[in-house]
């Protein structure tokens, strides 16, 4: 079966998920091409469907197919499968790992997952690598060693599908892509990041937007095409969820908890996507279950309602049950490097999933107001309310403001 399209509307300015009507015509599958270096943007990559290259404008710095479509999908196949699954030992990313383990488990999937590193690091005492139990007691197996030699760690073993939710460059994921091409891999899958699109000024981003030609995702995502002829992209933003090693909601309980101020960059009214990992572990499920819809595609892994800035804050203070005191300002202003002030970037930067629903019928579960509670209670419950913390770069950005703290 030929890979079914997706197509996307222009942007209204309601971020919200656009429903197309019904049409008909007949597709080919995504290509990834560099852009002919006569273009103007010829230091970016488009990722496209080939058919709609044709409304690409070279004086645009940014591509949206102009043709609006809806299709149907076959029914996913009963087939259970033999999963790999190589996962990142630090990060956000790999909560993602855990969490697809076990909702593949719970469809009646084969599960083995390889984590980079050694088992006796001290990175596997924290989450989400100390509830790797749970994965052992669901009936999958966990493993530990270098991707780079992935034939001697896994030993002859054969597998239905492979998920790299490793790599970040060429060098480190194309060992494994060889390795699973020679040895009977029918479907690759790669975890890339909603990170290497290009800024635009007509968000969100949607799949076929450009991307950072010197992303080192963007030439994992070019050689695993070029090799694989069953592939799938998977590129997530922010989320959140139990088992997470990187803070997102965390950095907002820390400051409401203690009634500190929170200091958000600009005019807090930026719009982001945040996700809860549960949906982005369905979304790489239904591609295991449907390979003939999924193939040759590219899927945004984000939840379809965007966030402010202010409204995290606000939703936070509200899970917790405590007021909030927002400030903003400017960083160059008050001399401090944003990206390590605040969890998140300083400008629109969201996505929409429009792809995972239209082709493959997926359906986000993130609530964000319980989603959040659910959040709080564990942080309570793991003592992190009451641990010592210090704000250095929040003190030298409130001194700037004159913005007085609780003692």
């Known amino acids: ?15 919200s998920i656009y429903f197309p009507s019904p049409i008909s015509p007949s597709f080919t599958p995504l ?109 999958g197996k966990t493993v530990w060693g270098d991707p780079a030699e992935i034939g001697k760690v896994l030993e002859g073993a054969s597998f239905d599908v492979v998920l790299d939710n490793n790599g970040k460059d060429i060098d480190t994921v ?18 890339s990041s909603a990170g290497i699109y290009k800024p635009t000024d007509e968000p969100p981003h949607v799949e076929g937007d450009l991307v950072k030609a010197d ?19 998977f590129r997530p933003q922010y989320m959140i969820g139990s088992g997470n090693n990187k803070d997102c909601e965390e950095w907002f ?19 982001t996507n945040i996700a809860h990992v549960r949906d982005l572990s369905s979304m790489l499920t239904l591609a295991v279950e449907k390979p003939d819809e999924a193939h040759s595609n590219i899927f945004n892994c984000v939840t379809d309602r ?3 800035l202010d409204g995290m804050a606000k939703l936070c203070a509200q899970a917790a049950g405590r007021p909030v005191n927002i400030v903003h300002y400017d960083p160059k202003a008050v001399g401090v490097d944003a990206k390590k002030a605040f969890p998140f970037r300083n400008m ?8 995972a629903q239209e082709i493959l019928g997926w359906k986000s579960t993130t609530n964000l107001p319980e989603d959040l509670k659910e959040r709080f209670e564990e942080y309570v419950k793991i003592g ?22 609780a003692a």
């Not at 908890?257 to 960059?265: E, L, N, Q, S």
């Not at 250095?392 to 403001?401: A, C, G, R, T, V």
């Open 348 to 355: 629109h930067f969201y996505a929409e999933p429009r792809a």
């Open 174 to 191: 194309r060992p494994v892509i060889d390795w699973a091409k020679s040895s009977g891999v029918k479907q690759f899958l790669f975890i």
């Open 31 to 139: 290509s990834l091409s560099p852009i002919s270096n006569s273009s103007p943007i010829s230091s970016s990559f488009s990722i496209s469907h080939s058919n709609f290259l044709s409304n690409y404008s070279s004086s645009s710095s940014s591509f949206r197919p102009s043709t609006v479509c809806s299709f149907s999908v076959r029914a996913s196949s009963s087939t259970k499968k033999k999963v790999l699954i190589v996962n990142t030992n630090s990060g956000g990313h790999a909560v993602i790992g855990f969490y697809f383990a076990k909702e593949l488990l719970g469809s009646g999937h084969e599960v083995t997952i390889l984590t980079v590193g050694e088992q006796s690091s001290d990175k596997m005492n924290k989450p989400p690598f100390n509830r790797f139990s749970e994965i052992v007691s669901g009936g």
């Open 306 to 308: 965007a966030v402010t």
């Open 215 to 233: 992303a080192g995702h963007v030439g994992v995502e070019k050689y695993m095409a070029e090799v694989f002829s069953s592939w799938a992209i």
């Open 384 to 405: 992190r309310d009451k641990k010592a913390i210090k704000f250095e770069l929040d003190d030298k950005i409130l001194e700037s403001l004159k913005v007085p703290v």
């Open 1 to 15: 079966m030929a890979a079914l399209p997706f197509s996307s509307s222009l942007f209204s300015s309601k971020p």
């Open 253 to 271: 309980f820390d400051r409401i908890v203690r009634d500190r101020p929170i200091p958000i960059p600009g005019s807090g009214m930026q719009l």
